[in-house]
């Protein structure tokens, strides 16, 4: 870059950059993707102008061919990729060159930081991320010392060059007027990289990676032009004509992926309908499949012709993991995005889609098992999103979905639990909470683990949402073991008894009420209720929320997000054959006692919070008591 440039220098966003590092210094054994990544970027932009030609014809008007060209240069030590597609304003060079948007950037920092910890691993782990992020245009970088694009919109009379060396920054400036509409993206190639300003090693590299893009692709060497690809849309062409390798270099063009697709769907539907869809579900998740716009990767195409990869009425958010294309033979070319919404064949041919999606993976699920829990622990907490928000297909979701548990290793259905409910047990037992292995060590488990009861595990944030729309599976009811007045009295034991109320635990009761009485007083205005425990077997109390209440999970993510004021009351219960409350409830009959059991209501509330993993909310004051209740205790 020359230092006299008159044009305006801007640094790129700080990911960018970080981006950039990586892909200078990591990815050398891969680095001929490169070209596999320019060549999608400039398919996408012809299939996008060809789509903004419906409406406007003119801008396909000076140069009506679509195509890509690859020009190797072996004098000047340059490779340059041409398209003749939609091309870029002055701001949208700035917007897409030098900024990478989404809520994915901090994770992927994250990430980053982890993987460099382990040197080993570095150049796979790089690779992966960079694949997920969808990098893209920055891949040039692996192979150039810099790198220079010229670029006109369609409809513009205005071009630009956009300038860098991937160092920091980059500059913009206006281009001849002469230039013409359209991408050119000229790379000066590093010398350990001039193999790519060869012809045949551009020939070979192409016809690896990229043979399947529906656009003619010409290579530009010696003075000749020569085609290099079939030019056809591969998702139309028989499956019996299609490899693994293709479908696999598809995937990766079209999802802007490095992985290989874990399941490939690839359908013709002829009838009312007649559409063609290849898809595929991904090994690895990209870093914005949590983004709250939840947008999916399924571009939309009618009669080969590209119409847009933003529309919400063709897959769900639940499935937005899916990548891929869909081709209708019904729509008309010229429909607008905001029709297709609401539009009656879009509507069919997505019920389509999910039955079929779900169908694959109920297959997948019981013959290869492990691929399925590899699945699951991937996307599984998308896809549980559809429990919440899809009525219509909430059992099939059911019978798809994997939880951890109490009793078993790995992910277990929903019908593994109920092949395994104990006599008498007639509810699905959950508890939700931020980590499945914390949650083991939860007193609220302590009676369920005494009878041998299996208890699922839910660590999903969506958790606390589903399980408030689903009510039950296969007629057994969905019980959270944290809400309500737990009784498993009807559940045979470990022994096959079932238990019997005694004598002995109706006094233990009646001496238990004077001290729920007075916690009560202690702790009227920060619990809703003092009550004995039908869960607890060893610790002395625990917090839950009554029937119907909120979820005291749900309760601190909704506060912390600040759409909840305070938390909801809750309830604390405690264990009648513990020694510490046994001790309490004699002192609580005797004379003067007031004072030393409200100190041990508020140790109690706190301790109950401890373990749910919460502050107490005075830790000063719980200090001093817990000072004080130490200082007796050695007195």
């Not at 299939?47 to 903004?52: I, N």
């Not at 195509?67 to 030590?77: E, L, R, V, Y």
């Not at 991937?378 to 909430?394: A, C, H, N, P, S």
């Not at 277990?412 to 980590?435: F, P």
Request: with cysteine.
């Amino acid at each position: 870059m020359a230092d006299t440039s008159t044009g305006e220098r801007h640094e790129f966003q700080a990911e960018v950059s970080r981006v950039l590092d990586i892909v200078v210094n990591s990815l050398y054994s891969k680095r001929e993707v490169f070209l596999r990544e320019l060549i999608s970027n400039a398919s996408d932009a012809c299939d996008k102008l060809r789509y903004e030609a419906q409406i406007n014809g003119s801008l396909l008007a000076e140069d009506p061919d679509l195509k890509i060209t690859i020009t190797p240069d072996q004098k000047a030590k340059t490779l340059t990729v041409t398209d003749n597609g939609i091309g870029m304003s002055h701001d949208e060079l700035i917007e897409n060159l030098g900024t990478i948007a989404g809520s994915g950037t901090a994770r992927f920092a994250e990430q980053l930081a982890e993987a460099e910890k382990d040197k080993s691993k570095k150049e796979k782990s790089d690779v992966n991320l960079i694949g997920q992020f969808g990098v893209g245009f920055y891949a040039a970088f692996m192979v150039s010392d810099s790198v220079v694009v010229v670029s006109r919109k369609a409809g513009d009379d205005k071009a630009w060059r956009w300038t860098s060396d991937g160092r920091g920054s980059f500059e913009i400036e206006e281009a001849p007027a002469d230039t013409p509409r359209g991408t050119s993206i000229e790379m000066k190639l590093k010398k350990d990289a001039k193999e790519f300003s060869e012809p045949l090693r551009v020939q070979t590299v192409i016809k690896t990676y990229s043979d399947h893009v529906g656009l003619p692709v010409w290579i530009n060497a010696d003075g000749k032009s020569e085609q290099i690809n079939e030019a056809a849309a591969l998702w139309q062409r028989p499956k019996s004509e299609i490899t693994d390798d293709q479908y696999t270099e598809f995937y990766r063009h079209t999802a802007h992926a490095f992985d290989e697709p874990w399941l490939t769907l690839h359908n013709r539907a002829e009838g009312v309908i007649a559409y063609t869809s290849l898809l595929f579900i991904p090994e690895q998740a990209p870093f914005d499949l949590f983004d709250p716009a939840r947008r999916h990767g399924v571009k939309l195409y009618v009669r080969k012709v590209f119409i847009t990869d933003e529309c919400e009425g063709l897959v769900p958010s639940w499935l937005r993991f899916l990548k891929g294309v869909v081709d209708s033979e019904d729509l008309p070319l010229n429909v607008s995005r905001e029709v297709l919404q609401n539009n009656p064949v879009v509507a069919k041919i997505s019920k389509a889609l999910i039955k079929r999606v779900l169908n694959e993976l109920k297959k997948k699920a019981e013959k290869d098992a492990e691929g399925y829990a590899n699945f699951w622990g991937t996307f599984g907490q998308v896809l549980k999103e559809g429990i919440y928000e899809d009525q219509e297909r909430r059992d099939e979701l059911l019978k798809l979905a994997r939880f951890k548990s109490t009793e078993a290793e790995g992910w277990v259905s929903l019908d593994d639990y109920i092949a395994r409910m104990k006599d008498g047990q007639e509810s699905i037992y959950l508890l939700t909470g931020d980590k499945a292995e914390t949650m083991k060590t939860s007193p609220m488990l302590e009676a369920f683990r005494a009878k041998g009861v299996e208890v699922l595990l839910l660590d999903d944030p969506v958790d606390e949402f589903w399980t408030m729309s689903a009510d039950a599976y296969e007629e057994k009811p969905f019980t959270s073991v944290s809400r309500g007045d737990i009784d498993l009295s009807a559940i045979a034991g470990k022994d096959g008894k079932r238990d019997e109320k005694s004598e002995d635990e109706d006094k233990v009761s009646e001496d238990l009420a004077p001290l729920v009485a007075m916690l009560k007083l202690a702790l009227e205005n920060q619990v809703k209720d003092v009550r004995e425990s039908k869960r607890l077997t060893d610790s002395a109390c625990c917090l839950v929320v009554d029937e119907g209440d909120m979820n005291m999970r749900l309760q601190k993510m909704l506060k912390a997000t600040g759409q909840l004021g305070m938390e909801g009351e809750r309830i604390l219960e405690i264990n009648a054959k513990h020694p510490l409350i046994a001790s309490l409830a004699d002192k609580a009959k005797g004379d003067g006692a007031g004072k030393a059991v409200e100190d041990m209501a508020h140790l109690l509330l706190d301790q109950a919070m401890i373990l749910e993993g919460e502050l107490p909310k005075d830790p000063a004051a719980f200090a001093k008591r817990m000072s004080d209740a130490m200082s007796r205790a050695v007195g």
